[in-house]
């Protein structure tokens, strides 16, 4: 009896340690494929210009590490301002300094895990093969990154790919919390519905109320009752917690974020809002063939390319659908409420609103190419469920000819990223870590000059002052067109004819303190105010420019001529006094009480 019992126990040891090696082998495996799809995110994330946007989070990032943690003096936009990106940036910049680099990095360290969290997700305990993982290999390890495009918002941020990342950590916790109720998953649900609620509404939108809302409904449907209770309260706190800090830091004088109204398309927009939806959706699952032939001379011309990629829509279609019969039917009976898989069923609560918000709410982008990124939930959660869900992956009668139909995308998707590798369209600027050639020559005109403070438009400011480590330091001002298509730098009293930016910029720039220490200033004008804008609206004549200079500033000490833009170079003495007068005391305390970064001091 003796030596029975000891062969069992030994036989269920040696089961564990084989099923403990046999986890880590698979979780080496997903890491592999995330640093494969970070590799690829990095690589061709090098075809997009960093502009005004990221420079600018990134010089929000630097200060929160350097004496501003609230942010103080900061207006932040509703759309493009998330605290994850802000937080990450700077992090990275304490290491690579203060430079184009970190803008480069961060996207794809969060679409890396993205990519693991999603293979998590996607495979049970019960059921992991290669097989299981197609739907994530084809449409988040391998996206159609030649394309261009519309998709590229995968490599840039601030673009909802930290909050994605964090939503799907949240999810892997929430999954793990169901099975075992370990503490650990607890605190890290806590910890991610919290950060989602301090930093972007969009991870609200698809991850904090799904969750709510899955966990009412286990309550009311009586399946595991103490679960779905435990599970309530604790994202309710962390929402609460979320909030009441984001109050506090509001009430402490922290940054500010610019609330636009949302609401409800309208019925004489909305057949272009909804064309616009559609075609955004195709280019986010690769599948827009439209224009392409069906052999090209090159991968991203070829149409069989995201012809193929149907393949892997389609599962995501079905899995859908089988998740919504479950929260309709509930499990059957004797079947506990892991048949019905509560993660599954928030990621479809997600993927619906956010396809809903996406298509019907109007919001600041909604007839631009950029409203893609709003959909990065139906894309991420689609291919989930695709692999969570095991009989949506035999959309033909044969499973095994279901998942060889699957397989046909991922190979075509390989030959398209390959043969795309090295190629660059005629209209890219930037290859590797560098600037359009319009920034390059401005940076070249102010070294040579030896200047080193100075306004320019929005679009041109924060990306030089980042790209030059902070040696040069540019701030954004307003440059505004009226209905004559006149420019003019926008008028305001109490700061001497230098209106700041609208947003994603620090007003205490803009006060005596930050001029003081320079003998001269600069600014930078000709070019528009919008980029999307043509050369041949660039606004008034340079006698009227110069004057409106002449009156505000003194004569301008050198004018330096540029390729469609022009340096204007004042003594600052003017200026200073312009602003000791008119800002008074109160301006002036703000500027005291404000930390700053000290590279800008320099």
Same mark, same amino acid.
């Given at each position: 009896?003796?030596?029975?019992?000891?062969?069992?126990?030994?036989?269920?040891?040696?089961?564990?340690?084989?099923?403990?090696?046999?986890?880590?082998?698979?979780?080496?495996?997903?890491?592999?494929?995330?640093?494969?799809?970070?590799?690829?995110?990095?690589?061709?994330?090098?075809?997009?210009?960093?502009?005004?946007?990221?420079?600018?989070?990134?010089?929000?990032?630097?200060?929160?590490?350097?004496?501003?943690?609230?942010?103080?003096?900061?207006?932040?936009?509703?759309?493009?301002?998330?605290?994850?990106?802000?937080?990450?940036?700077?992090?990275?910049?304490?290491?690579?300094?203060?430079?184009?680099?970190?803008?480069?990095?961060?996207?794809?360290?969060?679409?890396?895990?993205?990519?693991?969290?999603?293979? *998590?997700?996607?495979?049970?305990?019960?059921?992991?093969?290669?097989?299981?993982?197609?739907?994530?290999?084809?449409?988040?390890?391998?996206?159609?990154?030649?394309?261009?495009?519309?998709?590229?918002?995968?490599?840039?941020?601030?673009?909802?790919?930290?909050?994605? +990342?964090?939503?799907?950590?949240?999810?892997?916790?929430?999954?793990?919390?169901?099975?075992?109720?370990?503490?650990?998953?607890?605190?890290?649900?806590?910890?991610?519905?919290?950060?989602?609620?301090?930093?972007?509404?969009?991870?609200?939108?698809?991850?904090?109320?799904?969750?709510?809302?899955?966990?009412?409904?286990?309550?009311?449907?009586?399946?595991?009752?103490?679960?779905?209770?435990?599970?309530?309260?604790?994202?309710?706190?962390?929402?609460?917690?979320?909030?009441?800090?984001?109050?506090?830091?509001? !009430?402490?004088?922290?940054?500010?974020?610019?609330?636009?109204?949302?609401?409800?398309?309208?019925?004489?927009?909305?057949?272009?809002?909804?064309?616009?939806?559609?075609?955004?959706?195709?280019?986010?699952?690769?599948?827009?063939?439209?224009?392409?032939?069906?052999?090209?001379?090159? &991968?991203?011309?070829?149409?069989?390319?995201?012809?193929?990629?149907?393949?892997?829509?389609?599962?995501?279609?079905?899995?859908?659908?089988?998740?919504?019969?479950?929260? +309709?039917?509930?499990?059957?009976?004797?079947?506990?409420?892991?048949?019905?898989?509560?993660?599954?069923?928030?990621?479809?609560?997600?993927?619906?609103?956010?396809?809903? +918000?996406?298509?019907?709410?109007?919001?600041?982008?909604?007839?631009?190419?950029?409203?893609?990124?709003?959909?990065?939930?139906?894309?991420?959660?689609?291919?989930?469920? +695709?692999?969570?869900?095991?009989?949506?992956?035999? *959309?033909?009668?044969?499973?095994?000819?279901?998942?060889?139909?699957?397989?046909?995308?991922?190979?075509?998707?390989?030959? &398209?990223?390959?043969?795309?590798?090295?190629?660059?369209?005629?209209?890219?600027?930037?290859?590797?870590?560098?600037?359009?050639?319009?920034?390059?020559?401005?940076?070249?005109?102010?070294?040579?000059?030896?200047?080193?403070?100075?306004?320019?438009?929005?679009?041109?400011?924060?990306?030089?002052?980042?790209?030059?480590?902070?040696?040069?330091?540019?701030?954004?001002?307003?440059?505004?067109?009226?209905?004559?298509?006149?420019?003019?730098?926008?008028?305001?009293?109490?700061?001497?004819?230098?209106?700041?930016?609208?947003?994603?910029?620090?007003?205490?720039?803009?006060?005596?303190?930050?001029?003081?220490?320079?003998?001269?200033?600069?600014?930078?004008?000709?070019?528009?105010?919008?980029?999307?804008?043509?050369?041949?609206?660039?606004?008034?004549?340079?006698?009227?420019?110069?004057?409106?200079?002449?009156?505000?500033?003194?004569?301008?000490?050198?004018?330096?001529?540029?390729?469609?833009?022009?340096?204007?170079?004042?003594?600052?003495?003017?200026?200073?006094?312009?602003? !000791?007068?008119?800002?008074?005391?109160?301006?002036?305390?703000?500027?005291?009480?404000?930390?700053?970064?000290?590279?800008?001091?320099?």
């Amino acid at each position: 009896m003796e030596i029975l019992k000891y062969k069992l126990y030994n036989n269920h040891a040696e089961l564990e340690y084989s099923y403990k090696n046999k986890n880590v082998i698979i979780f080496l495996y997903y890491v592999v494929l995330a640093i494969f799809s970070s590799f690829l995110c990095y690589h061709f994330g090098f075809r997009y210009v960093r502009e005004a946007d990221q420079s600018s989070t990134l010089l929000a990032g630097y200060e929160f590490l350097h004496g501003n943690p609230l942010l103080a003096g900061w207006k932040m936009p509703s759309d493009s301002f998330w605290l994850e990106d802000v937080v990450a940036t700077g992090l990275i910049s304490a290491v690579t300094g203060l430079s184009l680099r970190p803008l480069y990095l961060l996207p794809p360290i969060w679409w890396g895990l993205i990519t693991l969290f999603s293979c *998590i997700l996607s495979c049970s305990t019960k059921r992991r093969s290669f097989t299981s993982l197609l739907p994530v290999l084809v449409l988040l390890v391998l996206p159609p990154f030649q394309d261009g495009g519309a998709i590229g918002f995968l490599t840039l941020m601030p673009y909802h790919l930290g909050t994605m +990342a964090f939503v799907l950590a949240g999810l892997t916790c929430i999954d793990r919390f169901l099975k075992n109720r370990r503490a650990i998953y607890a605190i890290g649900i806590s910890a991610t519905v919290f950060i989602v609620c301090v930093s972007d509404p969009f991870g609200q939108v698809c991850f904090v109320m799904p969750a709510v809302l899955t966990a009412a409904w286990m309550w009311c449907r009586n399946h595991d009752r103490d679960v779905a209770r435990n599970l309530l309260m604790l994202v309710l706190a962390a929402v609460v917690l979320g909030m009441s800090v984001a109050f506090l830091r509001q !009430s402490l004088g922290g940054f500010r974020s610019a609330g636009l109204p949302v609401f409800f398309c309208s019925l004489d927009d909305f057949p272009a809002h909804f064309g616009m939806s559609v075609r955004s959706l195709l280019d986010l699952f690769g599948i827009n063939f439209f224009g392409l032939s069906l052999w090209g001379h090159q &991968a991203h011309h070829m149409a069989i390319v995201p012809l193929a990629r149907w393949a892997s829509v389609l599962p995501a279609v079905m899995a859908l659908r089988s998740t919504l019969r479950a929260i +309709a039917n509930g499990p059957a009976k004797g079947r506990d409420i892991q048949a019905v898989d509560p993660v599954a069923i928030m990621m479809s609560i997600g993927l619906i609103l956010t396809l809903v +918000a996406g298509i019907f709410i109007n919001p600041l982008l909604s007839h631009s190419e950029e409203i893609i990124r709003f959909f990065s939930p139906v894309l991420i959660f689609g291919a989930i469920l +695709a692999a969570r869900t095991g009989p949506a992956l035999s *959309i033909l009668k044969s499973p095994v000819l279901g998942r060889m139909v699957m397989v046909l995308p991922v190979v075509l998707s390989v030959f &398209a990223l390959s043969v795309e590798w090295t190629v660059r369209k005629e209209s890219e600027v930037a290859i590797g870590l560098s600037l359009p050639r319009d920034r390059q020559s401005i940076i070249r005109a102010l070294e040579a000059n030896h200047l080193n403070f100075g306004y320019a438009n929005y679009w041109h400011a924060s990306i030089i002052t980042v790209e030059t480590g902070g040696h040069i330091v540019a701030r954004p001002i307003n440059l505004l067109s009226d209905g004559k298509q006149q420019t003019r730098i926008a008028i305001l009293a109490k700061l001497c004819g230098i209106e700041p930016s609208g947003w994603l910029r620090n007003e205490n720039w803009y006060t005596k303190q930050y001029l003081s220490g320079n003998r001269e200033f600069f600014i930078l004008s000709g070019y528009t105010d919008a980029p999307q804008q043509s050369a041949g609206q660039t606004g008034s004549s340079p006698t009227d420019i110069e004057q409106y200079f002449d009156d505000r500033f003194g004569k301008a000490k050198k004018i330096i001529p540029l390729e469609g833009a022009t340096l204007y170079v004042f003594d600052s003495e003017k200026l200073m006094t312009c602003l !000791s007068h008119q800002t008074g005391t109160a301006a002036l305390q703000t500027s005291r009480d404000s930390p700053r970064p000290n590279v800008m001091m320099q």
